[in-house]
């Protein structure tokens, strides 16, 4: 298979925007099936960009024959039957940097979501609640405070670097 081009590639997920654009032109992508059957319309699919909302397991692989590579978007595998896909013949990917700057993100914004109470801010707003006693919906001050992070993986230095420049 080595110098062969893929020339169907399976989407289980609608989310893969920049990884399609930069498929070559040549390749035709086949999407997800709306149905139970996800894979339905998976049959000449060479690679697969996979999420977690599959099983790839040896049953799905016997479905699959032209199948060589599941590439698994984000960290983990555990959705992947890697012992069936070893005995299939395919070979399997992730992308372990790929959810760690949003991820990041998004646990920087919970956290000060909660520091300034903006959830509960635009719940009274929204209700009429909103006027000069707003006082106990201004929060706290992040700068000067101390941040406790539980792992450093990837994730949590990232986190850590993002709090360490200024918040």
């Known amino acids: 298979m080595a110098g062969m081009p893929f020339t169907h590639v399976w989407v289980e997920a609608p989310f893969y925007s920049n990884a399609l654009a930069a498929l070559p032109s040549e390749v035709t992508v086949l999407y997800a099936a709306p149905a139970e059957d996800r894979i339905a319309n998976a049959g000449p699919a060479q690679g697969i960009l996979a999420s977690s909302l599959v099983q790839y397991n040896a049953d799905l692989f016997r479905r699959l024959p032209n199948l060589r590579i599941v590439t698994r978007t984000g960290i983990g595998v555990d959705n992947v039957d890697l012992e069936a896909a ?69 994730i949590g230095r990232r986190v850590a670097h993002i709090c360490g420049v200024g918040l």
């Open 86 to 154: 070893t005995a299939a013949g395919v070979v399997v990917c992730n992308t372990p940097e790929g959810p760690t700057e949003s991820t990041a993100e998004h646990t920087v914004a919970i956290l000060l979501n909660l520091a300034k109470r903006i959830k509960q801010g635009n719940d009274n707003l929204a209700a009429g609640k909103w006027g000069p006693r707003a006082d106990p919906l201004i929060g706290v001050e992040v700068r000067g405070r101390t941040l406790g992070l539980v792992g450093l993986g990837r």
